[in-house]
């Protein structure tokens, strides 16, 4: 090969575009985009201008539902502090994503999300506890500390509350019913009338929604875990192999398309808020993340507490909670618990969240205040009163597509027993 | 080499201009202006993309990710920039793209199946140790909790850090490494809500400075009797003390209030103690062949692993066959040019293939709704579709004939274009009756072309997740297994087994696949060897 002066050029041509990406780099230190938390270009440009940010910042994440609200949160932060806070929507699975970037070592410092993540995200080291003193811990709802609650330790600091409940059609149904029998009834009575053409509208589908169908369970006398003495969901008793778990879904099979039809499996989270809308129901078991729905579409409806069944126990829904996360891998770990901790626990930070994101607020003052101007909020929470908290323990997880399928079953037509004892066994084997 | 052998082989003399255009023919070649341009641009991409890469992985100290980035750069450059190994100027970017892509993927694949990667062992043991160390850091019980000021001993962002603290009465304590000191509350302002504002000797750090020096302050911590003083927060902090403590002479974790002790069990990745019960923080290791031999030995999992093997053949063959038949029909009977409105028939039959499978998925989901759908509201049945086995596999299969035979129809037209007409016409002439002459001359020259086609079509949809998965999720379920339903391919049954069950099972997963990618690659290869037969026909 001969060397000539065209090829010299080009090689010191290459040379010269390699010392220009050494340049244009634009971090201050040139690792700067290595592997630890993305410091990202703030959205809030007034903050990078501040002469008193000095480029430690803050990255949240939240799903597309809560973003607005977190990012005027942060608004105030970084006038406050003049710390950039910068929010990033992730859309799907927030909760594997953020596993899988924390692994990459690119997590974010904050991360909003439910409450029953929390066992995945501490089995991964993912999360580090949030300290709170007991005066800050007695200000908000027991219920939603008891849910970010694991192993002893506050994991996160929750925001939300919420629950499923019942939505009915005043026009159509003016009084709440007080017992699952007597809306069946009374459901049948308009389906006779023609004015309605299904009695229920609950989520079943062919796989079986579970987190809908629990306070139907738990009024039939069923439950999921044993508690311990302290309340912590013990996972070697196992509610699903008890007898009150065939009883409970006997009872749910006299309801089944085998019985009064109330529940059908061609009912699925997609069709159901159009069911309602289109007035082809009146009553609908759904939660808060449904209102936006019903507003658009203007149909009425009225919130009250699920009706258990005649003569048996109250229908104690699922309770979820929301809540931030601080990541262990933070590279700000002392700004980003401050803001977890001390700020966004703050009540007139915490009201401006519920007013860009309406759900029962965690903290009780706020709450009260809330429940006074906002109807829906105080029957929400009214609703779930008496609720199970969802439990958060890893063991949880095995449980939900072995039970669901269990109740599709059931209400298809299958002898409960059987079929409860077969999701039992299965969930008793993967939970070991 | 080929140069000197083109060149000898000709009796002509050599040219006396150096022959331009054909690459590498004549080593006195003189490169064009533009190319030598796109080269320098092209080469100083390469260069700039090879040093980006470089930091990050310098600094992760992941040495040989960098040997395979220099290695890489040096062989573009090496190709490139001289005139020799014509062949490697084009294969290189192909090849290199290859084994980015395919090769490194695969082999990591398989290397993870021999793990136990996944949702709780994702880590290092010493990563598993520190979370669980950390997480247990607890509040010594009847502790004081104190009001925080961060500030630093001289220029905010260089001096030593200390803490400024205030108990609940107001007393001033000054807080570093070697331990708590009262202060003067003399030297020390207040707040109204009792923080300290400013002290002698110490400059308080707001909240951004503080958030600057985040990496010196989580180092500090004020060591006491009963434990340490930790922040939590910038404006507060409290006595803490880790309950669990992991100690390497036993290699196990104590917890020194419950006294409950784990020990590491290294060929499962968990700390447990006597009576099984493990801790949540695992840690990855390698388990041999117990991911792959678990597919075939686990009753559970291999009780129905052949049942859907079989289905899995079947939905894959017949969705070729089916949308194969129906392609090539629609195909021959458009063929004709004495058929009118050819265009728009074409057109209007193409419209699935244009529309986003995706989402066409999940129309067909709720078409076939039981009570709500579309199909049972035309034919006024009321056929539960995805309820029992039969009807939802041929629910399934109805989804894939309808996204399917447009594509078929496209490729059996063009091959049915590229038969010459006079070979049908002479057979006509001979005397033969249509389906004879298509079965013994037009089919076989059409399987020449298209057999490569049908067998990947087959390898596509052998593992078609989403034609399954969006519409019947598997389903229907037997009421004792929850797991393997009737409609389920082995790569939507590894899904729901590696992640359904408690958490991401990556190894188990990996295991599975590596079983699938076998299966759909002898059979790829058996088919492409028999239909290398079919070329004898030409």
Known sequence: MRWNRLHAAAGLAALALVVTACGGDGDPDSGGTAGGTDTDPPETSAASEDPGSTGAGLTIWADAERTPAVEAAAATFTEENGVEVSVETIAEELQTQYVTAHQAGNAPDLVLGAHDWIGNLVQNGTIDPIQMTEAKIAEFNPIAIEGVTFNGQVYGVPFAVENVVLFRNPELAPDAPAT???????????????????????????????????????????????????????????????????????????????????????????????????????????????????????????????????????????????????????????????????FFTRPEVARAFYDADPRAPALTAVFEEVAAEDPNVAAIIEAGADGDILPAIPEMAAIWDPFGKAESQVVGGEDPATTIANAAAIVQEAIG | MAQSDTRLSTDQPP??????????????????????????????????????????????????????????????????????????????????????????????????????????????????????????????????????????????????????????????????????????????????????????????????????????????????????????????????????????????????????????????????????????????????????????????????????????????????????????????????????GQRLYRSLLILPYAMPAFAMYLVWRDMFNTDFGLINKLLGTDINWFGTPMSARIAVLVVQLWLGYSYMFLVCTGALQSIPADLTEAAQVDGAKPFHAFRTITFPLLLVALAPLLIASFAFNFNNFTAIFLTTEGGPFPADNPRAGATDLLITYTYRIAFGGAGAQYGFAAAISVFIFLIVAVISAISFRRTQALEEVN
């Open chain 2, 15 to 340: 040219a006396k201009s150096p022959v331009r255009n054909i690459p590498g023919l004549s080593e006195r070649r003189i490169p064009s202006g533009t190319g030598t341009l796109l080269r320098i641009a092209v080469l100083g991409i390469v260069a700039a993309l090879a040093v980006f890469g470089a930091f990050p992985l310098i600094e992760n100290e992941s040495w040989v990710g960098l040997a395979i980035l220099v290695l890489a750069t040096a062989v573009i450059f090496a190709v490139y920039i001289t005139p020799r190994a014509v062949p490697l100027k084009y294969l290189i970017p192909g090849t290199l793209l290859l084994l980015a892509f395919m090769v490194y993927p695969v082999l990591n694949t398989v290397a993870t199946g021999f793990s136990n990667f996944g949702d709780g062992h994702r880590g290092t043991k010493e990563q598993a140790i520190e979370s669980i160390e950390g997480n247990s850091v607890t509040q010594v019980a009847g502790s004081t909790v104190y009001q925080l000021t961060v500030a630093a001993e001289g220029d905010p962002a260089t001096g030593d850090l200390v803490f400024l603290l205030t108990d609940p009465d107001g007393a001033p304590f000054l807080g570093t490494l070697d331990g708590l000191q009262e202060l003067d509350p003399g030297s020390v302002e207040l707040s109204d809500a009792g923080r300290i504002l400013t002290a002698e000797g110490y400059t308080p750090l707001d909240i951004a400075q503080a958030g600057a020096r985040s990496a010196d302050l989580a180092l500090l911590s004020v060591p006491t009797e009963a434990g340490a003083i930790r922040s939590s927060g910038l404006s507060q902090a409290f006595e803490g003390s880790p309950q669990s403590a992991y100690d390497e002479a036993c290699d196990c974790i104590t917890n020194v209030a419950t006294g409950a002790v784990h020990t590491a069990d290294d060929t499962v990745g968990f700390f447990v103690d006597e009576n099984g019960d493990n801790l949540a923080q695992g840690w990855r290791v390698n388990v041999g062949f117990r991911n792959f031999t678990s597919v075939l030995t686990n009753p559970t999992i291999a009780k129905y692993f052949f049942s859907i093997l079989v289905w899995n053949f079947v939905f894959a063959i017949m969705s070729v066959l089916l949308t194969f038949a129906l392609g090539l029909l629609i195909a021959l009977v458009l063929n004709n040019e004495r058929l009118r």
């Open chain 1, 180 to 342: 699952f029998e007597e809306m069946v009834t009374g459901a049948q009575a308009l389906q006779a009338a023609g004015s309605v053409s299904e009695i229920l509208a609950m989520p079943v589908g062919e796989n079986g929604d579970p987190y809908h169908m629990y306070p139907l369970f738990t009024s039939a006398g069923g439950y999921l875990f044993g508690e311990d003495e302290t309340g912590t969901y013990d996972p070697s008793d196992l509610g699903l192999a008890d007898p009150s778990a065939a009883t409970a879904m006997a009872k749910i099979a006299e309801h089944g398309e085998a019985g009064t039809g109330a529940l059908k499996r061609s009912i699925t989270g997609e069709n159901l808020v159009s069911l309602y809308t289109d007035q082809q129901v009146a009553y609908m078991l759904s939660g808060p993340w449904s209102i936006a729905a019903l507003e658009t579409a203007g149909t009425p409806y009225e919130i009250s507490p699920i009706p258990g069944f005649e003569g048996l126990g109250p229908a104690r829904p699922f309770v979820g909670v929301q809540a931030m996360y601080v990541s262990s891998s933070s590279e700000n770990k002392a700004v980003a618990q401050e803001f977890a901790t001390n």
